[in-house]
């Protein structure tokens, strides 16, 4: 296999003879990025559609290796999800946005709200609770404030710990997401059986939403479900203005998506949000 520093990056898909040297390679400079801190966090706006106004943003792993090359989450996540250092990495992830959050309230944007992206296996850890309001509380952040996005498929094994997790983390004031809604295959059991303040509606339905009826039925149900719970619903990869509108028009509350912007570093960020008009 050709080595990280010469090939062109392969996607996790794409990749076969070469996958098993690939993914040893990566495993390598995965642990020795973890262990410098080395993979930082890029931030995407979450905009209310009807106002225009900025409610949130969702923090996301980027990871570049010294030759410059990024490496896509989706090649690097499940590796540290298999390998269990995930756990590690996710409380590094988890550390960068509460000081992201803080560096943004300091800024002026009060109101924001931080969504990151927890792995089910960080749920094993007993004490994922009281490790996240450490955290919480080390950068000294109202935890009103800290969104954790979980997919459908978390409470597969665990169903009652993760459920009291869940419960936990609600009771303390952080907020629950299902994130990627609608690709699970339990979607409505797990709605009635535990408690989520957001439900984020997956990319997939929405690039076919103003095209495809049968994507524009899911989505129909999905927001009626959020109105039905009292939770707010949130379209994921809005990329253009037709898809706003037809969302806006269907009362769905916010949206997040490159119509609206990209995830960039915080520095950037800043600059956007200062530049930013409502539309
Ligand atoms: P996700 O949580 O569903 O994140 C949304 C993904 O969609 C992100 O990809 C984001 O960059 C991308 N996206 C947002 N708007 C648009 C759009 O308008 N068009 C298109 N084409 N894409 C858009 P990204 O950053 O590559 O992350 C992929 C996945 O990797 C995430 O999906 C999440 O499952 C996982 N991931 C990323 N960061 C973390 C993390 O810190 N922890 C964990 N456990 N997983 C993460
Ligand atoms: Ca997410
Ligand atoms: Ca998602
Ligand atoms: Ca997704």
Not at 6 to 26: C, G, K, M, S
Not at 47 to 55: A, F, H, L, N, S
Not at 208 to 230: C, E, K, P
Not at 240 to 266: I, N, V
């Amino acid at each position: 296999a050709k080595k990280l520093g010469i090939r062109q990056h392969v996607t996790y898909q794409q990749a076969n003879d070469d996958n098993v040297a690939y993914h040893f390679e990566l495993l390598q400079a995965l642990q020795h990025s973890i262990t410098c801190n080395d993979i930082h966090i890029a931030l995407q706006p979450q905009v209310c559609i009807k106002t225009g106004e900025v409610v949130g943003v969702e923090a996301l792993a980027r990871w570049t290796l010294p030759n410059g090359q990024n490496v896509p989450p989706l090649d690097f996540i499940p590796i540290a999800e298999a390998t269990g250092l995930i756990t590690q990495l996710g409380e590094q992830l988890f550390v960068q946005s509460c000081q992201a959050l803080c560096a943004l309230n300091e800024a002026g944007y009060t109101n924001l709200c931080m969504g990151v992206n927890l792995s089910a296996m960080q749920f094993e850890q007993e004490n994922i609770v009281d490790i996240l309001k450490q955290h919480i509380a080390d950068a000294n952040m109202p935890p009103g404030q800290i969104e954790v996005e979980v997919t459908e498929s978390i409470a597969m094994q665990n169903f009652e710990t993760i459920r009291k997790q869940l419960n936990d983390l609600r009771s303390i004031d952080i907020r629950v997401a299902i994130d990627d809604f609608g690709t699970g295959f339990s979607s409505l059991a797990y709605l009635s059986k535990l408690t989520f303040d957001r439900i984020k509606i997956d990319k997939s339905f929405i690039d076919n939403v103003t095209s495809d009826d049968g994507a524009a039925a899911i989505v129909d149900s999905i927001i009626l479900l959020g109105q039905r719970f009292h939770m707010n619903v949130i379209a994921e990869g809005v990329e253009t203005k037709e898809q706003a509108k037809w969302l806006s028009d269907r009362g769905c509350h916010d949206a997040q998506g490159y119509f609206y912007a990209k995830p960039m570093p915080l520095p950037e960020l800043l600059t956007w949000l200062k530049n930013y008009q409502k539309t």
